[in-house]
């Protein structure tokens, strides 16, 4: 028979079980934020009909959704969370209380061309904020405070949260006579930080006929910087020209107002107005995250307001607000950059049971005692020689093994024996289950992310 040669295809994320481990720790500390403010876990397919990923699509996401058919079936891989999301409101409505706030962290599929740190197949974690006819600014307000939450709590302090408006940007683009224009400027603004200034400007002149004058006064607008508060007062002297632009104003500062209470730090805030986001998508507050010492990375939380999730389904008005992360591309340039602990325990188990006896009945007994404990517990049952059994148990990483031989036998305990210090204690089980316990949770309770922000050369 001819052997296949194994392979993953290019784009496509495997992880180690030591590496997994950590993914999974992540992910559930996602969890655990984003019930701190009340969002449900939610589940949709990764399959569904062609025509319900494709209703507003079109452009770029027809060119790299994944569609293929079965029998007479149109289908395709989700290519994001908010798609289903909103199919999942429209058919839903009547059973959903709202505001409905949701999160979901789940695998979806783009076929682009895979290079370092962009995949095929990836982890999105999205939380979002539906309304029914209506959503209070304050929900725009609480979404930097679930960025720094969550961002904080993965062991991350040196990070900047970008926040902006698109209501004051296309304000301000009315007020200069280019409405029609907006959406293209604000993609020609968008290559600012890749391409400087002078280049964008004649972007702007060459390719949308911008005028000089009018070049000029758009950088200079997103120019404006500084504090937030003078950031806000350098926009005040826009006010009364536009009425779009002035709703933009007082939501932005009633989002910069809030975040105090909220718990946001000033270092961790910041009104930048270079940020955009999804051209035809966002209406309202939009966000992005960067890492400070790490800008290279680009953001790695984004979204912002939108005033209908799912009017291509319903004729229901369902306004909302929403974050997503990308977290296998979050993950893969983290571990790069060699930023994730390896203080976790992160074997598949705290203590690894060898028995040295042919009676093994006290050894599954006390594995027995040390699960009801809450310790993870693993049984050797190959008939292997110790070296072997102690060369595996170093391998995986097991924090603890519990050695059972005649003595133990006859003692009724077993002997424990810390994996990283070497240290041997006899115990009985219970004490041994309390022992393994109270030091696991100790090596645990650390960030996935290691805390640089005081150590940059480490």
């Given amino acids: ?15 180690l079980p030591q590496d997994q481990a950590k993914m999974e720790r992540f992910m559930q500390t996602l969890r655990e934020t984003y019930a701190l403010y009340g969002f449900a876990a939610l589940d949709t397919p990764i399959i569904e009909a ?34 289903p999301l ?16 949701r999160y979901q962290i789940g695998k979806v599929y783009r076929g682009e061309r895979a290079q370092r740190g962009r995949f095929r197949e990836f982890y999105q974690a999205d939380i979002d904020i539906i309304g029914d006819g209506a959503l209070d600014v304050m929900n725009e307000a609480e979404i930097p405070s679930i960025i720094y939450r969550t961002f904080s709590k993965l062991g991350l302090r040196r990070f900047v949260i970008r926040v902006n408006n698109r209501k004051i940007l296309n304000g301000f683009y009315e007020m200069l006579g280019l409405s029609e224009k907006s959406g293209e400027v604000m993609q020609r603004v968008d290559k600012l930080d890749k391409i400087g200034s002078e280049k964008v400007k004649a972007l702007l002149t060459d390719e949308l006929s911008v005028t000089q004058e009018q070049a000029e006064k758009i950088l200079a607008f997103i120019a404006i910087s500084g504090s937030n508060a003078e950031v806000l007062a350098a926009l005040g002297k826009y006010l009364g020209e536009c009425e779009r632009f002035d709703e933009g104003y007082e939501e932005l500062k009633a989002v910069s107002s809030l975040l105090p209470a909220f718990g946001v730090p000033e270092e961790n805030f910041k ?109 050797y049952a190959e008939d ?18 519990a050695l059972i031989g005649e003595d133990e036998l006859a003692a009724g305990k077993l002997t424990l024996k810390n994996m990283e210090t070497g240290e041997q204690e006899l115990l009985f089980p219970e004490a041994a289950a309390k022992a393994v316990f109270e030091n696991v949770t100790a090596r645990n309770c650390g960030a996935v992310i290691i805390d640089r922000a005081d150590n940059k050369d480490v």
Wanted: with cysteine; aromatic share 12%.
């Fill in 1 to 15: 028979m001819d052997r296949i040669k194994p392979r993953t295809l290019s784009g496509f994320m495997e992880l």
């Fill in 50 to 83: 062609a025509e319900i990923l494709l209703a507003k699509g079109g452009g770029e996401t027809e060119k790299q959704i994944y569609r293929f058919t079965k029998g007479d079936s149109d289908l395709a891989l989700r290519f994001d969370l908010t798609v």
């Fill in 86 to 101: 909103a199919k999942y409101a429209a058919i839903n409505y009547g059973a959903l209380s709202f505001p409905f706030r």
């Fill in 271 to 379: 009104i930048d107005l270079t940020i955009a986001r999804g051209l035809d998508y966002y209406t309202g507050t939009v966000y992005e995250t960067v890492m400070s010492d790490y800008p290279e990375i680009g953001s790695v939380c984004s979204g912002g307001r939108y005033d209908n999730l799912a009017g291509y389904y319903t004729d229901k008005t369902l306004p909302g607000v929403g974050i997503s992360i990308g977290l296998t591309r979050l993950f893969y340039v983290l571990s790069e950059q060699k930023l994730l602990s390896d203080a976790l325990v992160t074997a598949p188990a705290d203590v690894l049971v060898i028995p040295m006896t042919q009676d093994s009945a006290f050894a599954v007994a006390a594995a027995t005692v040390l699960r009801d404990g809450g310790v993870r517990t693993q049984i």
């Fill in 384 to 401: 292997k020689k110790f070296k072997a059994k102690m060369s595996y148990a170093n391998k995986v990483g097991f924090p603890f093994v």
